[in-house]
C-alpha cells in the first residue's frame, strides 16, 4: 500500500530564515512526487513535482529514493510562503498515473 | 482558459439522504478525479474518469459512485449519507495521457446533520 507521511503538522519560522518541510513515503513501484499548496482562501495548487526539477518561488525538492523522502526547501522562507503544504505522490506511469495518495499537510507560518 | 468549477459551494443534508454533486473540468481535460478532505486531513482519492469510463477507485464503498458526461464534466453522487461523509469534496482535472499533473477546484462543502 502507498502511504505519504508529514511528521509536521505545524511549522513556524521567521522571515529569511531556511525552511524544510519533511515528506516521507512508502510505494512499491516507481512513483512520481510532487508538493501542493494552499494559500488562505485559494484553490489547492501545484507547487512542484520532481520529475520537472524546477525551482518554483524559492523551493526545491530532491526525490531521495534511498531514504524514501522528497522534502521540501527554501533557504530564505518569505511572509507569502505562510501555507498549507502537501506532498502527493501517484504512480509514474501507466494507468494508475494520477491517483494521488496525499500526506496530511503542514501548516507553515513565516513570522515577520 | 476556465479552470475546474464545482457546484454546489456548500450544502447540507441529513443522514440517509442522497447527494450529487458537480464538476466541469478544465477546458481541455478529459480526465477528472474525484477526493474527499476531512477536517485536518490530506484529500483522499476516491475515483477517476476517463473519457467517461472508471479508471480506478479508491477505498470507498459502492454508495459512492460518479459519472462523466461527453463534455467531460462529472458528477459524484453519494447515496445513504452518514455522518463520516462530512468532508470538502474536490475535484481535479487533467488533460489526460501520461504525466498531466491535475488542477483542482474549490471544492464542496458537504456537511451531514
Known amino acids: 500500500a502507498q502511504r505519504v507521511t508529514q511528521p509536521e503538522k505545524l511549522l513556524s519560522v521567521f522571515k529569511g530564515a531556511p525552511v524544510e518541510l519533511k515528506c516521507n513515503y512508502s510505494y512499491s513501484g516507481s512513483p512520481e512526487l510532487f508538493w501542493y499548496v494552499q494559500y488562505s482562501r485559494q484553490r489547492l495548487q501545484l507547487l512542484l513535482r520532481h520529475i520537472s526539477r524546477e525551482s518554483i518561488k524559492g523551493f526545491t525538492a530532491d526525490l531521495n529514493k534511498g531514504e524514501t523522502s522528497f522534502h521540501l526547501k527554501k533557504p530564505f522562507a518569505q511572509e507569502e510562503d505562510s501555507a498549507m503544504y502537501y506532498c502527493?505522490?501517484?504512480?509514474?506511469?501507466?494507468?494508475?498515473?494520477?491517483?494521488?495518495?496525499f500526506g496530511q499537510g503542514t501548516i507553515l507560518t513565516v513570522h515577520p | 482558459e476556465t479552470g475546474v468549477t464545482q457546484s454546489p459551494t456548500h450544502l447540507i443534508k441529513t443522514r440517509g439522504q442522497q447527494v450529487t454533486l458537480r464538476c466541469s473540468s478544465q477546458?481541455?481535460?478529459?480526465?477528472v478525479s474525484w477526493y474527499q478532505q476531512a477536517l485536518g486531513q490530506g484529500p483522499q482519492f476516491i475515483f477517476q474518469?476517463?473519457?467517461?469510463?472508471?479508471?480506478g477507485r479508491g477505498n470507498f464503498p459502492p454508495r459512492f459512485s460518479g459519472l462523466q458526461f461527453p463534455n467531460y464534466s462529472s458528477e459524484l453522487n453519494v447515496n445513504a449519507l452518514e455522518l463520516d461523509d462530512s468532508a470538502l469534496y474536490l475535484c481535479?482535472?487533467?488533460?489526460?495521457?501520461?504525466?498531466?499533473?491535475?488542477?483542482f477546484g474549490d471544492g464542496t462543502r458537504l456537511s451531514i446533520l
Open positions: 502527493a505522490l501517484t504512480n509514474a506511469g501507466g494507468t494508475s498515473y494520477g491517483k494521488l495518495t
Open positions: 474518469y476517463y473519457r467517461e469510463e472508471e479508471n
Open positions: 477546458s481541455g481535460h478529459n480526465t
Open positions: 481535479a482535472s487533467s488533460p489526460g495521457g501520461s504525466n498531466q499533473p491535475q488542477h
